[in-house]
């Protein structure tokens, strides 16, 4: 080897070590990102009803922030394509920030359309915190997807459940500065954002998508002994050959099935959820209950995720989430049964629909993962979390219609329907999996 060439191989990489570092990065954002996001929604719908003035546009501001998560979602994408994980998680945390602001100046001038563009924006924030957890696994071990992207699942649990127990002390805070009550909570979730962009930006070195790419290119050109030595852009190495999220997904069983899986998920979660405030609302349940019971909820999201993570690792992508859709149809059982207010009955249903959701979102989540490389991964990952943020908005939308005609009951019925969906991608998964495997020995 000459001298040039060994000047310029690069030095060698801890790569065990950088990914130690950014699974506690992720987490540390993903702490202050939920927070951010928890404030938010527990007020989303009823600043929505009081600005609105009417009842049944109260789930209007959450589709606009499902649908917000949507668009950005693939604004994310492209740019973390492009730029790396740090750049574009960056981004979405900027606009979310901006997003709380714009809330707050809506609920002071009193302008409906323009509290639908701070939700749409504050969407942009829940695309950065679904995305990080796909940055978790660039640079995991095949047997540790699901654990690594578990983890910072899990990390959402402390701002996620401090959250929506911030309305209170929200409005107090607004009392004190002059703002409508309802608002107080958008100025805890500025701080959290803006502390989550913060800490991306200075801490998420090196980029593990960077990296990863970097280690793939290595493989498919060994000569090669630096990354620039191939076809690089913008600081990350790019693939010779590009393919379309959607192409993906459609050349692929396996990532179409993820894709539904996650996406009726997450209709399901999104449509109960954002309207329980409203049905507590109605048996005149103070701001401090109903964000218990909202807070009780997200816990259910997250709480157990490092367990579903390691779940998935071992058995498999497919009984976990069957598990998954029982626990969504159990949750719906009991919560659309429940009378208007509070109630433990309630409290149990609620946290039991996050717990459902955790279970069929990691599971799916990871399948994504699994069927995709460092070259495709975020194009695809950016199609499957937009394609889950279009259903969940369907599903909020639809939500708002059902509870202001037949009732909360009806809507839990709703989303019964649904949750049968997800026990029918289950079991596709696992036809899937066992055709795979069977296909050698038919041959």
Not at 204 to 220: E, G, K, Q, W, Y
Not at 280 to 287: N, P, Q, R, V
Not at 317 to 325: E, H, I, N, R, Y
Request: glycine fraction near 12%.
């Amino acid at each position: 080897m000459s001298k040039r060439s060994d000047a310029a191989a690069p030095s060698p990489v801890d790569v065990e070590a950088v990914q130690r570092h950014t699974v506690r990065t992720l987490v540390s954002t993903q702490v202050l990102g939920g927070l951010g996001v928890g404030a938010a929604v527990s007020v989303n719908a009823m600043l929505a009803k009081d600005v609105s003035g009417v009842e049944s546009l109260a789930g209007v501001a959450q589709t606009c922030a499902v649908l917000g998560t949507a668009g950005v979602t693939l604004l994310l994408a492209h740019v973390m394509d492009r730029r790396g994980r740090r750049i574009g998680l960056s981004l979405g945390y900027l606009l979310g920030a901006l997003g709380t602001g714009v809330s707050i100046l809506a609920g002071v001038v009193r302008v409906f359309p323009l509290l639908l563009v701070g939700a749409a924006l504050l969407g942009a924030t829940t695309a950065a915190n679904n995305q990080s957890r796909y940055a978790a696994t660039d640079l995991s071990q095949p047997q540790h997807r699901g654990r690594d992207l578990s983890i910072v699942v899990w990390a959402t649990t402390v701002g996620s459940v401090l959250g929506p127990n911030l309305s209170g002390p929200g409005k107090a805070l607004a009392g004190a500065v002059g703002l409508p009550p309802l608002t107080g909570a958008y100025l805890f979730s500025g701080v959290g954002m803006i502390a989550a962009l913060v800490v991306m930006l200075l801490r998420l070195r090196p980029d593990p998508l960077v990296l990863a790419r970097a280690a793939d290119l290595r493989a498919a050109h060994p000569r090669a002994a630096h990354p620039r030595d191939a076809h690089q852009r913008d600081g990350i190495p790019a693939p010779t050959e590009r393919a379309s999220g959607w192409a993906l997904l459609r050349a692929d069983r396996t990532l179409r099935l993820a894709a539904l899986g996650m996406a009726l998920a997450h209709a399901v979660m999104v449509s109960v959820m954002v309207m329980t405030p409203i049905h507590m609302d109605h048996g005149h349940a103070t701001l401090e209950i109903i964000g218990l019971v909202i807070s009780i909820h997200i816990l259910g999201m997250y709480v157990f995720s490092p367990l579903v993570g390691i779940a998935v690792d071992r058995w498999g992508s497919w009984p976990v989430l069957t598990a998954g859709g029982v626990v969504l149809l159990l949750s719906l059982a009991l919560s659309g049964t429940t009378h208007a207010g509070g109630s433990w009955q309630l409290g149990v249903g609620l946290f039991l629909l996050g717990v459902g959701w955790s279970l069929a979102t990691i599971a799916c989540s990871t399948l994504v993962t699994a069927a995709s490389t460092p070259v495709t991964r975020p194009a695809v990952q950016g199609v499957t979390d937009l394609l889950q943020s279009l259903t969940a908005a369907v599903g909020g939308a639809v939500a708002g219609v059902i509870v202001g005609g037949p009732g909360y009951a009806a809507l839990n019925g709703f989303a019964a329907v649904l949750a049968l969906g997800v026990l029918g991608a289950a079991w596709e998964v696992r036809r899937t999996a066992y055709r795979a495997e069977t296909a050698p020995s038919r041959r």
